[in-house]
Structure formats: C-alpha cells, structure tokens
C-alpha cells in the first residue's frame, strides 16, 4: 500500500493559480497510473487529471487548457498546477494511485484505483 499526502490547497480568486503536490511514501511499481480526483459537497468524485508511469496524460474536458498534471520520479511527488481557476473548481482534491504488473493508460475512473491520500481543499472565490 502507498500512503499519499497531499499539499497545496487554499483559497484564491478567480482566475488565479495553484499547484498540488501529492507525495508517495513508498516506491512506486515499475507500471502505474496516478490521477487528481475532486469532490465538491453533494457531488460524485470527478477525475480531473491522470498521468501514468510512461508520462502519458489524461484530463477531464472541465479542465483541459488550465490544468497540468506532472510528476516528479526521483522525488515521488505527483503535481496539479491549476491556472485560471473558476468558482467551479472549489472541491477537495484527491490523489490516488495504482500499481500494476503491466502497461495501464492513465485512467480517471475512480474504482482504477487502489490507494487515495486525504484531500486537499480549494476554494475560488468570484
């Protein structure tokens, strides 16, 4: 199991920026998938944006063009940097991963994935 702590969160104004940073306690295997997921009060998880062990990404249509996903493998630390931001992104943002034995693609589907950090808050005020 991979413990994940994420960090980052806060408040900004709208059209404003922020970065997430998601760090792994362990070595993470050969093949894996790891993605930003979000969840706003009364709303389902939504998977923002996914990388995996290849570097190839995947994102939500709400964000693409603003956000970028981005690791770093020596440090084990997964990235969000969140640009123009909207009220709408207000949630509290997941990392999660998933190690496998073989290829995955990056994928946003939350029961892909095995292990999850506790969140961290963002709020965009109009």
């Known amino acids: 199991q991979v413990k994940l702590v994420e960090s980052g969160g806060g408040s900004v104004q709208a059209g404003g920026s922020l970065r997430l940073s998601c760090a792994a306690s362990?070595?993470?295997?050969?093949?894996?998938?790891m993605a930003w997921f979000r969840q706003a009060p009364g709303k389902e998880r939504e998977g923002v944006a996914s990388?995996?062990?290849?570097?190839?990404?995947n994102y939500a249509d709400s964000v693409k063009g603003r956000f970028t996903i981005s690791q770093d493998n020596v440090k084990k630390i997964l990235y969000l940097q969140m640009n123009s931001l909207k009220p709408e992104d207000t949630a509290n943002y997941y990392c999660?991963?998933?190690?496998?034995?073989?290829?995955?693609?990056?994928?946003?589907?939350?029961?892909?994935?095995?292990?999850w950090g506790q969140g961290t808050q963002v709020t965009v005020s109009s």
């Open positions: 990388i995996n062990s290849n570097g190839r990404s």
């Open positions: 999660a991963y998933r190690g496998t034995v073989y290829y995955i693609t990056p994928t946003l589907l939350p029961d892909q994935y095995n292990d």
């Open positions: 362990t070595a993470r295997s050969p093949w894996y998938s």
